[in-house]
């Protein structure tokens, strides 16, 4: 481990007081309109004596709103006297971008889930990333992270873990993947997992799990509702929040190779032929992307490289070569 110098984040909160507390994460960033401005960073800290801590944060990538949705919500109305241990809220991570309502930072175009560890001297991401990377995550025994589609991607409402080396770990996250009680719950591979706050999580053997709950840079009504139910019914898991976990069924998915995803080829508008949540097999054509330049061209076809269920889509009706086009997973049982 290089020898870091201290974050240049300041929490308004104490995490060791008791009761609820709202502050901010204070990072100073010097600008055009601030000369000693500062980022602030929404925090609530609510705790009542020993027990685990959670740490839930939506907000990852900043045109996602399940999460925010949900953690402001529960920052609200999480009474401690139905607390045992501590619950850390961040509801918008990357708070530049959610207040951008981009995937990514305005100010450095940091994508927050390929900057960690971080650095205390880097951009206003990284500075943030390293917060979390050294103050927050090491704190948590369980973490609990929000994604959906953003802008450019729909997804069916999962929550998800990932396969991993300590077995034991992955018991114990997908024992709250099944808490979460999302309509699909994922064993779940990533494209790229090289600065993710996911693998931080996973490599310093904390409890994590993640969701894509839709998107299209917007929220339903159903899915704030499973971001809700879940959040509360990880907590009750975890023995931090009262009361039973309300469970509802779930259809388990896994994703097993690269085989899962399929990128567009060419610029154009795409056509998707089969919905989120049909089945479909192996060469299956799953969308279609056409020419819009002039007429008479044929479409590009993406046929499925698996047999299964239609799990992500693209999600504007106009594609660029190398977009995630259409995302399959396996059913399980
Ligand atoms: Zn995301």
Same mark, same amino acid.
């Given at each position: 481990m290089p020898n870091l110098r201290p974050s240049p984040i300041t929490p308004t909160v104490d995490f060791d007081a008791e009761g609820v507390q709202h502050g901010f994460l204070r990072l100073p960033y010097s600008r055009d309109d601030s000369?000693?401005?500062s980022v602030m960073i929404p925090i609530c800290v609510i705790r009542n004596g020993e027990g685990p801590t959670a740490l839930l944060t939506g907000g990852n990538h900043g045109d996602e709103y399940e999460g %925010?949705?949900?953690l402001y919500d529960l920052a609200r109305t999480l009474d401690p006297k139905d607390v045992s #241990?501590?619950?850390i809220i961040v509801p918008a991570m990357n &708070? %530049?971008?959610f207040r951008a309502g981009t995937r990514t930072s305005p100010i450095d175009k940091g994508n927050m889930n390929r900057s960690f560890p971080g650095r205390p001297d880097g951009t206003v991401t990284e500075k943030i990333a390293d917060y979390f990377q050294r103050h927050l995550l090491p704190r948590a025994d369980i973490v609990l992270d929000f994604h959906s589609g953003g802008k450019t991607l729909d997804f069916l409402p999962f929550c998800a873990a990932h396969v991993l080396p @300590?077995?034991?770990q992955e018991r114990k996250a997908f024992a709250a993947v099944a808490a979460f009680s999302a309509p699909y719950s994922m064993r779940m591979i990533e494209i790229d997992t090289? +600065?993710? &706050? @996911?693998?931080?999580?996973?490599?310093m053997g904390k409890v994590f799990v993640t969701t894509e709950l839709g998107? #299209? +840079?917007t929220s339903r009504a159903e899915t704030v509702r499973i971001a809700r139910r879940g959040t509360l019914n990880v907590l009750r898991h975890a023995g931090i929040v009262s009361g039973a976990v309300e469970t509802q069924p779930t259809r388990w998915l896994d994703m097993p190779s690269g085989d899962c995803f399929s990128f567009a080829e060419d610029d154009g508008m795409i056509e998707t032929v089969v919905d989120l949540g049909e089945s479909v097999e192996k060469g299956t054509v799953v969308a279609r992307i056409h020419p819009v330049g002039r007429t008479g061209g044929a479409p590009q076809e993406i046929r499925a490289k698996m047999a299964g269920v239609l799990t992500a889509r693209h999600f504007p009706g106009l594609v660029k070569a190398g977009d995630c086009a259409a995302v399959l997973a396996l059913v399980e049982g």
């Open positions: 000369a000693w401005g %925010p949705l949900a #241990g501590t619950v &708070y %530049p971008a @300590d077995k034991e090289v +600065g993710m &706050y @996911d693998t931080a999580a996973e490599e998107g #299209g +840079g």
